[in-house]
């Protein structure tokens, strides 16, 4: 083999080992690409709805608290004629009311259908330097914390022309079972008690009322 034979082949493999590769320095496979309409929602902006809803149905109730004096708060209470009312009357600074409080609202969830939780709040002593607007502000803050979805009012009538007025009670607690017909079945704490202080609710309110939906 001649010299030049030599060089054309020298020229010929070098040519060969440049066409050899890419030139790419990445990875051989391409990265994976979604397809239109796949996209995936992360988990975490997903909110299940609660068992045995779907996301259509869920609701989230309002807390809410309307001023009335007694005399619309007894016409409200008229107007719930066929239904079992539970009107629990109560104030922000009472600490019996407010562990009795939680067992209204269970009973509202339990059995709101057929039974008008009627929470009412006697805040309000007649003081200009607190007025009603402003009670309702306090005793609104308590509802939400409860969660306190029944029916709440906050009387605009002063608590003093109240008590022993127009209920036979002296403070709060104090909570009125009214039967379908519009009559007060029960009175508790019983004024005649000699433990006033005893489980109202467990003991007393609940009893009553489911023996009145069972007549």
Request: overall charge negative; hydrophobic content about 35%; some cysteine.
């Amino acid at each position: 083999m001649t010299r030049w034979s030599l060089l054309l082949l020298a020229l010929f493999t070098f040519s060969l080992a440049g066409c050899g590769g890419s030139g790419d320095t990445g990875p051989d496979t391409e990265p994976e690409v979604p397809q239109p309409g796949t996209a995936v929602t992360p988990e975490e902006e997903m909110t299940p709805a609660p068992e045995g809803q779907s996301e259509e149905t869920v609701e989230t109730e309002e807390v809410t608290a309307s001023i009335k004096s007694w005399d619309e708060t007894e016409e409200f209470i008229r107007g719930q004629s066929g239904k079992v009312v539970v009107m629990d009357l109560w104030t922000t600074y009472c600490a019996p009311c407010r562990k009795e409080f939680p067992n209204l609202v269970a009973l509202h969830h339990r059995l709101g259908d057929k039974v008008t939780c009627l929470s009412v709040a006697l805040d309000y002593d007649g003081l200009e330097d607190y007025p009603v607007e402003k009670c309702r502000e306090d005793v609104l803050k308590f509802l939400q914390e409860q969660k306190a979805v029944c029916t709440n009012v906050v009387c605009s009538t002063a608590a003093e022309d109240i008590f022993g007025k127009k209920i036979p009670h002296q403070a709060v607690p104090a909570i009125y079972v009214i039967n379908q017909a519009g009559e007060i079945v029960g009175q508790f704490p019983d004024t005649k008690s000699e433990n006033p202080d005893e489980a109202v609710y467990e003991n007393h309110v609940i009893p009553l009322v489911e023996k009145l939906l069972a007549e």
